[in-house]
């Protein structure tokens, strides 16, 4: 990708002045961090070894759990990198690549959230087309779509950022690389192309949303409509931890992405920025294993079955 301005690296925001607050914000992001991977480690471990959750809902999440580690793995590690080694600098090349992945991420998550709520639209209101309308080859081909759908925005957007010249000088105000803050440096009105780009994006993304919400009212309604408790709260289960996810991430993303200039502060641009790429990685595995019955056991037993294997290994290699 050819660098469009002088600028060879970026310098990133520091979360404080002082050693010490550096370190205690590198121990709070690797404490972040270890708690997403082992969450989301433990639901992909769990979907891909218990034959009971090889159903179209769990597919889907261990797709979102994947989306989720590559999220945060794109932004966290170099902040917590910087801050040990008191350091801001990322080259060019690197703050496209972040861009390029968490754009990517980002984009894909939220095609699957709404591929999510399309899947609890069917199984609840349509149940007797569920084994139709989601069967394992409609699935994959839901998953390439959303992946896919994720590559080609994320590198339309990578391409048009960094085509754009920058000489407002090199300084981010984020923890990582993120397009508006990079639009803040460029010349003049040669960022209008992208903010076009942004605003489309917006507008499906809202497309999305929208759907996700009617989704949703046919879903309470059909709920409502079941007899027994013990269904209503089974239906219950699958969604409301669905729905939480969605509204938080929705409702932050656009608020980072299309907040007015007059209200942008650094400390405001830093809380938004973590609600939206930081804190959904780490509680998406808790919000959807807290409710659920099945994920809890399905990840009883991967743990039970790590301690008795590492407990056997030990065994052995004292003998």
């Given amino acids: 990708m050819s660098n469009g301005s002088s600028v060879n690296e970026f310098l990133l925001l520091a979360f404080a002045d002082t050693q010490e607050l550096q370190l205690l914000h590198f121990l709070l992001f690797l404490g972040i961090y270890l708690a997403a991977l082992l969450g989301n480690g433990l639901i992909i471990t769990a979907v891909a070894c218990d034959h009971h959750l090889h159903t179209p809902m ?11 580690l590559g999220t945060i793995s794109t932004t966290v590690p170099k902040s917590m990198a910087n801050s040990l080694w008191d350091a801001r600098a990322i080259s060019y090349s690197g703050c496209a690549a972040q861009v390029f992945f968490f754009f990517f991420f980002i984009s894909a998550e939220f095609y699957l959230l709404t591929v999510m709520a399309y899947d609890r639209f069917i199984a609840i209101c349509k149940p007797l087309h569920y084994g139709t309308l989601m ?6 081909r839901m998953a390439a779509a959303v992946w896919a759908s994720g590559f080609l925005n994320a590198l339309l957007h990578t391409a048009n950022t960094f085509s ?20 803040k440096l460029s010349c003049s009105d040669s960022y209008q192309r992208e903010v076009g780009l942004i605003a489309f994006s917006a507008s499906v993304i809202f497309g999305c949303f929208i759907f996700i919400v009617l989704s949703y009212v046919q879903i309470f309604t059909a709920v409502l409509r079941i007899p027994s408790e013990q269904g209503r709260n089974k239906a219950f289960s699958t969604c409301i931890p669905h729905l939480a996810v969605v509204s938080l991430f929705v409702s932050t993303i656009i608020f980072a992405y299309l907040k007015p200039p007059s209200i942008s502060s650094p400390a405001m641009d830093l809380v938004v920025t973590v609600l939206y790429a930081v804190v959904p990685p780490t509680l998406n595995p808790l919000i959807y294993s807290m409710r659920n ?8 037993r991967v ?17």
Avoid: M
């Fill in 135 to 140: 069967g394992s080859r409609a699935c994959v």
């Fill in 303 to 319: 743990i039970s079955w790590t301690f008795s294997s590492s407990g056997n290994i030990a065994f052995f290699l004292h003998k």
């Fill in 58 to 68: 769990y597919f889907f999440l261990l797709n979102l759990s994947l989306l989720d």
């Fill in 164 to 183: 754009i010249p920058l000489c407002q000088g090199n300084r981010v105000d984020q923890f990582f690389c993120e397009i508006p803050q990079i639009l």
């Fill in 293 to 300: 019955k099945e994920l809890k056991d399905a990840l009883r």
